[in-house]
C-alpha cells in the first residue's frame, strides 16, 4: 500500500464497542464487524482509535484494547447502557467530545470511518469541521427497515433523512452486499461510482469445524440425534418462530426426534424477562409440544460458537430482513450448510444448492422441507458443508476484508489530497 508513516484511523461506532458482550440486543454483527476489522488494519500497519459512547462510569477512557488498537469511551449523554435507538439526541455531545479529542496537537487522523447512520452523522461533522476524508459503513438501511418493520420500527424519525444527508456529504459509502448497493441506488439516489462493495467476513482461524461427536459430547448432546442449530440475536426480525414452526412440521416427513439449539439472548442462561423473545418462543415450543425437542442456550461468546455449529447438522437463519449477517457465515466456516431467508446479505454468503439452500422468509413448510432434504442426506450435507468452508477462505475472511478496505482507505486520501491540491493550484 505504500503507506508511510503509519496511518491513523478514526472509527466511530457509537453504540457498537468491540468490548461488548455479544449476543443481546445492540450487541451483534456490528461489534463482531468493528472489532474484526479495526484488528486486522492494524495488522496491516494501521492505527485505529474506536470511537464509542461511555456506557458506563467504571469504563477507562482509553482502552489499549489490541496492538494497534484503542477503544475510546467519549461522554454523551447518561453513562448508563441505553438502547441503540435513544442515542440519536446525544450526538451532538458526542462530537463536542470527539472534537475535544480531536484538538490534541499530538493526534492527527488520516480518515474517518463511520459506522451505523448515527456515527456517520459525526464522521460527516468531522469532514465538514477537519476536512478529514470519510468512509461510512451504515450496516442497516433506514427504508429498508421501515420497509419490513412498518410501524414496529424503532428508529428515530430523523433517521432516513440523516442517512440521505450522510450518503451526499461523505466520500465513499461501502455496500457489504449486492442488495445494499442496489437500495444505496434505488433508495437513496447514490451515486453509483462512491459506493464500493466490501464484504464483511468471518474469522476462518477461530471458525473452524471441530469433530462432530466430540462437540456434541462437550456439549452434552445425543451423539446419534440430527441437530439443527440457530445462533444469533433473539428478536421478533430474525423470526425463530419461523424454525420452530418448521421444527413441528419435520414429524411429518418422519423426520424425528430432532434437537434445535437456540443459541442467543441478553443473558447466559435464557431469560424470558431479559429477553421477551425467548419468553414468546418458551411459550410456542411448549404450545407445539416441542419442549424436549428445543434447547436454548442463553447467549455464547465467539470461542464457544464453533462448538454449537460443530455439534450441529445443518445451521438455520430465517429473518424478514438481514442487511449482512454474519452468522451464516461463522456455520460455513464451520463447515456446516446453512439454510436462510432469501434476503439481503444472505442471498449473497449462501449459494443456494451448493452451501446450503434459500428459502423465502415467513415460510416454514419450505424450511421445513429442506431441513428434512439435508437430514436424510447426510453425505449431500457434508458436501455442502465442504463447499461452504471453501466459499468463506476464498471469498469472506476478515484478511480480504481488511485488505479491500485499506485499498479504499488508500485511494480516498489520495483522491483527497489531490482534490486539496487542485483547490491549492486553482486559488
Known sequence: ??????????????????????????????NVYVGELSRRLAQL???????????????????????GVRVIHLPAGPMTPMPKDMLWPYMPDFFQSLRTWFANPALHYDLVHGHFW??????????????????????????????????ADPSPPDRIAVERAIITQVD??????????????????????????????????????????????????????????YVGRMLPRKD????????????EYGVWPVTLILVGGETPEPDPVRTPEIGVLQQLVADLGLTDAVLFTGHRQPDELPWYYSAGDVAVTTPWYEPFGLTPLE????????????????????????????VPPRDPERLAGCLAFLLTHPDRARTMGHAARARVEQHFSWGLTAARTAELYERTIAERRATLVAQLRSG
Open 1 to 30: 500500500m505504500g503507506q508511510s508513516p503509519r496511518r491513523r484511523i478514526a472509527f466511530i461506532s457509537e453504540h457498537a464497542s468491540p468490548v461488548a458482550a455479544l449476543g443481546g440486543e445492540d450487541a451483534g454483527g456490528q
Open 45 to 67: 500497519g494501521y492505527a485505529v482509535d474506536i470511537f464509542t459512547r461511555r456506557s458506563h462510569v467504571a469504563l477507562p477512557t482509553v482502552l489499549d484494547w489490541m496492538p
Open 118 to 151: 448515527m456515527s456517520g452523522w459525526v464522521a460527516a461533522a468531522c469532514k465538514q469541521t477537519f476536512g478529514l476524508p470519510v468512509v461510512q459503513t451504515f450496516h442497516a438501511l433506514g427504508v429498508t427497515k421501515r420497509r419490513f418493520l412498518g410501524d
Open 172 to 229: 465513499y459509502v461501502v455496500a457489504q452486499c449486492p442488495s445494499e448497493r442496489a437500495e444505496l441506488i434505488t433508495d437513496y439516489n447514490a451515486d453509483p461510482q462512491r459506493i464500493a462493495l466490501v464484504p464483511g467476513g468471518v474469522d476462518i482461524t477461530r471458525f473452524t469445524p471441530h469433530d462432530q461427536r466430540a462437540a456434541r459430547q462437550r456439549l452434552g448432546l445425543d451423539p446419534d440425534r440430527p441437530v439443527v442449530i
Open 240 to 251: 425463530v418462530r419461523n424454525v420452530v414452526y418448521a421444527l413441528a412440521r419435520l414429524r
Open 331 to 358: 456455520a460455513m466456516a464451520c463447515g456446516r450448510p446453512v439454510v436462510g431467508s432469501d434476503v439481503g446479505g444472505i442471498r449473497f454468503t449462501v449459494e443456494d444448492g451448493v452451501t446450503g439452500f434459500l
